[in-house]
């Protein structure tokens, strides 16, 4: 057989495989449910419903891809938040360490009550004493090293209800939900209360979100050189709280656009369910409600229980969401499981 | 023939055009110069030997495409700069049209002087009257509002030197620049000393930029309901200058690493140069030197030109960049032309 015979014979058997694996790939993409861990029901009838008319391009609510920005809150969104923000807890195994540093916090409050392991009492003191615990431990090194504390303890912290690695308290629904809404074009975004860089190093790998599209809650920052090179420092000093009105603004500051889809779980999340669904168009708000008690905890006005110190999902926000057509998620009745590590027969829940 | 053997020879056509089209392109792509407005000379060199060594997954300096983060300031470095910086005449343009509704401005300084055509005056009052104009033109609108006041701006207003819209007055080489470290996996961002959201409106179209990649000054805003939705009303308020330190403090606060390559023209960009060299591995920190008297406009002190009051390249700013092997451009020597307007044959340097 001739060179050029064989290179044209080999074009085509390669032409035929190549054939064969697009058409393999398109009817395995057509018949696989993108939200397995999700039931049947309103809540994913809506996101389904939702991402078919803006990507569709002959939907009169088509929305060209850049125009496509879905942003999430993170705790009780994303992971859970219960007994307590992971930031939280973070700060605290970060006094203990500190400790031996700081001779002065085995009489100074909030910290004597922590070091005698008394969380409660140390809490007691709120948002102040919370404030002193995070400046504490939050600042006083270059950003870069802040970010090598926060693997370092992620890399060995365990939650304090199920033993796991936190990297594995998140939600399975709303991973497949992250991953449709980009297979479909979506710019996904975290839009959180908690830190900045608490979060940065490690979004990326566990929901597939890179640091730029991560906003939070900030310190300040000074433009330093440490050990001649030039660093940003974290100052004891509150720049941005991300919450509540915080949200949209901040949402306008470093994305510029009202989102098309918002994910929340509390009162928090409020202003910027509404500012995406006073854009133009069709939008997508969602409320993940706790109903779940045997799966995960179930907290909160809005299903009846008390005020929890966390994600207060309050009566008036889930009236709100009800009268404005925003969908809420029962994590109880909408999610076939909750976490990445259960069995998916684990739900009893069909409805 | 059969139906079947009909589908197996239209599935060797399509596999054997297919295979065609690949290797055409696959030619094209190695051939094609990708900054074909750029002299060969040490300049496009050092870029070109940049993205090599950081993409060609066999470099020891070979950086994954997520960290690819390239920032550019605009005014001076993408687009022109002289003989002011676009946001101040679009804020000298603003107070025209708005004088109408203040009658107390025929009286009132900076505005007075500005109102009879007398810009020289109007400036001479410095910061504080720049200051007193942008606020009283940039506040008080919706920040949607505020896009579209930009837009209607930018459709109808002329370089007062070439007559030209302001998008014609970007620089051909950098657009080039642009494309070639986004087809390399690249992901570009502006940071710039003007204001967010008089650049967001047009960055897209003009340099390939989302609005969520555009980082800046900006002012205040407020979460309220307008017309019964949820808005975000400007304030006249600073809320950030992103000039100096203030470059890597919104690199850090917004896009969460340091920048692999950066790209500037003036000391408001020297800090941000100095952070993104002092990460680790190569890095590329450059700086366009305006030497260019025909096809632009000469100034600065690097040029051996008095102070300019735009963009100022002071001397020690060159020393440093000279000293740390930052890479400064001569538009007069390492450009074939400056504007894509301008013929590709209007340049007689060759080095």
Same mark, same amino acid.
């Given at each position: =057989? %001739?060179?050029? %015979?064989?290179?044209?014979? %080999? ?5 035929? &495989? ?17 939200? /397995?861990?999700?039931?049947? +029901? /309103?809540?994913?009838?809506? #996101? ?27 705790? $009780? ?7 307590? @923000? ?38 007691? &003191? ?8 995070? =400046?504490?431990? !939050? ?9 090598? #504390? ?12 199920? $033993? ?15 991953? @449709? ?11 959180? &209360? %908690?830190?900045?860089?608490? =979060? ?14 991560? #906003? $939070? ?15 940003? *420092? ?37 202003? =910027?369910?509404? @500012? ?5 168009? *069709? ?20 299903? +009846?229980?008390?005020?929890? !110190?966390? +994600? ?15 969908? *809420? ?13 259960? !069995?998916?027969?684990?739900?009893? !829940?069909?409805?």
């Amino acid at each position: =057989m %001739s060179s050029v %015979s064989a290179m044209l014979r %080999s074009t085509r058997v390669m032409g035929l &495989g190549l054939c064969a694996v697009v058409l393999l790939f398109a009817q395995a993409h057509a018949q696989a449910d993108p939200l /397995p861990s999700w039931h049947e +029901g /309103p809540a994913k009838r809506a #996101i389904l419903d939702f991402v078919k008319v803006t990507t569709d391009q002959t939907s009169p609510d088509y929305v060209p891809p850049e125009a496509r920005i879905a942003t999430f809150d993170n705790d $009780g969104t994303l992971w859970t938040e219960q007994p307590l @923000y992971a930031q939280l807890l973070f700060a605290l195994d970060r006094v203990k360490v500190l400790a031996p540093q700081h001779p002065e916090w085995k009489t100074e409050e909030p910290f004597a009550s922590l070091l005698k392991g008394d969380v409660k009492a140390t809490l007691a &003191g709120g948002t102040r004493a919370i404030s002193e615990i995070l =400046m504490a431990t !939050h600042a006083g090194m270059t950003t870069e090293e802040f970010a090598r #504390i926060v693997q370092d303890w992620l890399a060995t912290a365990k939650h304090p209800k199920t $033993g796991r690695p936190y990297t594995e308290m998140v939600y399975q629904p709303m991973l497949e939900l992250l991953d @449709y809404l980009r297979a479909n074009g979506f710019k996904t975004f975290i839009v959180s &209360g %908690s830190g900045v860089e608490f =979060m940065r190093p490690w979004t990326e790998t566990v929901y597939g979100i890179p640091p730029e599209q991560v #906003i $939070g809650s900030s310190i300040k920052t000074q433009f330093e050189r440490r050990d001649g090179k030039s660093a940003l *420092v974290r100052r004891p000093e509150v720049n941005f709280i991300d919450d509540k009105e915080g949200k949209p603004i901040s949402i306008n500051q470093q994305i510029g656009r009202r989102p098309l889809a918002a994910f929340g779980n509390s009162d928090g999340d409020r202003q =910027m369910l509404e @500012y995406t669904k006073d854009g133009d168009g *069709v939008r997508l708000a969602m409320l993940v409600l706790h109903d779940d008690a045997a799966r995960e905890i179930a907290y909160g006005p809005a299903n +009846g229980l008390p005020e929890s !110190h966390v +994600g207060a999902f309050s009566q008036s926000l889930y009236d709100e969401a009800k009268q404005n057509s925003w969908v *809420v998620v029962s994590m109880k009745k909408d999610w076939k499981r909750v976490f990445p590590f259960e !069995h998916q027969s684990s739900s009893s !829940h069909v409805r």
